[in-house]
Nanobody
Framework: QVQLVESGGGLVQPGGSLRLSCAASGFTFSTYGMSWYRQAPGKERELVATISYAGSTTNYADSVKGRFTISRDNAKKTVYLQMNSLKPDDTAVYYC?????????WGQGTQVTVSS
């Protein structure tokens, strides 16, 4: 059974940091590219960051470049999103996604709220 389980979300003040984790099971994690998406209330889901299956290539949305870092540990079957200098506009449900060719899996999401 394929599972992607996100954790690490919560309430943080502007300027603060959070690290999200996404633990995978039920598929060959090391052969899938991984991504983080987010969806704010009333908005479409948007791509935040991607990392290749070996971790050698990363890409970021312009809105998070220099503040967020995506990484992965294939031995632990986990992908991370380190989020620094958080802003209220970063408030959203964050989802991880695994993709290989036409196959993709989604996690259930974790809420991140940036507010004073």
């Amino acid at each position: 059974q394929v599972q992607l389980v996100e954790s690490g979300g919560g309430l943080v003040q502007p300027g603060g940091s959070l690290r999200l984790s996404c633990a995978a099971s039920g598929f060959t994690f090391s052969t899938y590219g991984m991504s983080w998406y987010r969806q704010a209330p009333g908005k479409e889901r948007e791509l935040v960051a991607t990392i290749s299956y070996a971790g050698s290539t990363t890409n970021y949305a312009d809105s998070v470049k220099g503040r967020f870092t995506i990484s992965r540990d294939n031995a632990k079957k986990t992908v991370y999103l380190q989020m620094n200098s958080l802003k209220p506009d970063d408030t959203a449900v964050y989802y991880c996604k695994a993709a290989r060719g036409v196959t993709h899996y989604w996690g259930q999401g974790t809420q991140v709220t940036v507010s004073s």
